[in-house]
């Protein structure tokens, strides 16, 4: 058998164009700038004099002086991770130093190495005299994840302008101020011979202080300020904070401010509030002195005061003291003066020892006072008022201790005492609206 082939027409041809180069072909590769724009610090001392990225290339050391001067705005300084390490022999210079008044400058990651070490509350060694330090009112700049330790004098010092942030830091063994700045966050100060943190704002921060306040902030937040010998923590306003002072106070406000669920324990005094202040769902206990006090038109509600060994709650003048526990203070539970609403509070077992009671208005003082519907419960007297026209109601009053239920001077206008024992109804003055109960 033979094939057959059918040959059809050729395709058209197509042109192809020239094949001569426009040119010399073109570098594709990026520079080194444009792979890394930043600068690096390779060795020290090193002086930063214009706006830029730096970064550090390895761990370094510095034998004298400070080891990175910053005197430009706008500047970024990169630690990288590594740790810069002074042996200066007597301390001195800073790690950074930022001179004059710095503007724009944010510094991260990394740490700050000195060789002081506190021995017995002595603080002495080489190294630096200060992790960061500003040398002027410096505005917006902001530290990050830096760890500064074995300083003679201060950890962290940006001043206090509102603009300047610490964030993530910790600062351990100096001999002066831990941390200084407008805004502190997330931040802990250990060891530091005089102030733990100084800050406008400061949130879930810890400083502890040895002569000197743990912590002091204008707001405080979630925060936990300890001291030897000066205030735990001492602030404007404070929610959910804990301070602590072995010969100080705990927690600390001036006139008025404001402290809403904080506790104050193992101090002198546990919380000192100025006048006009608010104490609110605070709680006072196991201190060497009063529990709570607080100055001339202040509101305390909701607080618990235990074991205190001065009294529980002492107030000034015209003060409210509402819905609050005392318990177990050797003085008194509640102590008021003048003018006061002391009202729906519990105490129990106050004064047994030293004679005092659960509700103590005193002296010359302790007039004008309203005490109402307060439980009172084994004290070692129930409510005594030495003072007079004061208006007493509506309480209730145990005698399971060999006590006096009230102690109520004359000149007082006082709700009938009625001695309660099975059904009220039967008993005089049992249904009277403003009866004083002994149970």
Not at 15 to 24: E, F, K, V, Y
Not at 121 to 133: A, C, K, R, W
Not at 144 to 167: F, H, P, R, W
Not at 356 to 364: E, K, Q, V, W
Request: charged share 10%; glycine share 18%; with cysteine.
């Amino acid at each position: 058998m033979m094939a057959t082939f059918i040959l059809g027409p050729s395709p058209p041809a197509f042109s192809q164009g020239s094949l001569t180069p426009p040119g010399a072909p073109a570098p594709t590769m990026k520079t080194l700038d444009q792979i890394e724009s930043r600068t690096p610090i390779s060795s020290l001392p090193s002086a930063i004099s214009a706006p830029g990225s730096y970064y550090l290339m390895a761990n370094l050391e510095t034998t004298g002086g400070s080891a990175i001067n910053i005197s430009a705005d706008g500047v970024t300084l990169d630690l990288n991770g590594f740790t810069i390490t002074s042996t200066t022999s007597p301390a001195g210079g800073a790690g950074i130093r930022l001179s004059g008044t710095r503007r724009n400058v944010a510094i991260f990651n990394g740490n700050l190495q000195g060789g002081g070490t506190n021995t017995g509350g002595v603080y002495s060694g080489p190294g630096f005299l200060m992790g960061i330090d500003t040398a002027g009112t410096s505005q917006n700049v902001r530290v990050t994840g830096v760890n500064v330790m074995g300083c003679q004098a201060i950890g962290i010092n940006l001043g206090t302008d509102l603009s300047t942030v610490v964030t993530q830091c910790t600062v351990r063994t100096v001999g002066n101020q831990g941390i200084s700045a407008g805004t502190v966050t997330d931040s802990v100060v250990s060891d530091s011979n005089s102030a733990g943190i100084n800050a406008k704002n400061a949130n879930n921060c810890t400083g502890i202080g040895g002569t000197s306040t743990g912590l002091f902030a204008e707001n405080a937040s979630n925060c936990k300020g300890s001291s030897n010998s000066g205030i735990g923590l001492n602030a404007g306003n404070a929610q959910n904070c804990t301070g602590s002072s072995t010969n100080g106070t705990g927690i600390s406000t001036g006139n008025g401010g404001k402290l809403i669920g904080c506790t104050a324990k193992s101090s002198a005094v546990g919380i000192a509030a100025g006048i006009g202040s608010t104490i609110k769902d605070c709680t006072a206990y196991l201190n060497t002195g009063n529990g709570i006090s607080a100055g001339d038109g202040s509101v305390i509600q909701g607080c618990s005061a235990r074991e205190n060994s001065g009294n529980g709650i002492l107030v000034g003048a015209g003060c409210s003291v509402i819905d609050c526990a005392a318990t177990r203070n050797i003085l008194a539970g509640i102590r008021g003066t003048d003018n006061c609403i002391i009202r729906g509070n519990t105490c129990q077992l106050n004064g047994i020892s030293t004679g005092s009671a659960g509700i103590r208005c005193t002296g010359n003082l302790g007039n004008g006072n309203r005490i109402e519907g307060n439980n009172l419960y084994s004290n070692g007297l129930g409510i005594k008022v030495e003072g007079s026209a004061n208006l007493i109601i509506k309480n209730s009053s145990s005698t399971a201790f060999p006590n006096t239920a009230y102690d109520i001077v004359a000149g007082n206008n006082v709700g009938p005492i009625v001695s309660a024992s099975g059904d009220l109804s039967g008993i005089a003055n049992g249904n009277h609206p403003w009866a004083n109960f002994i149970y």
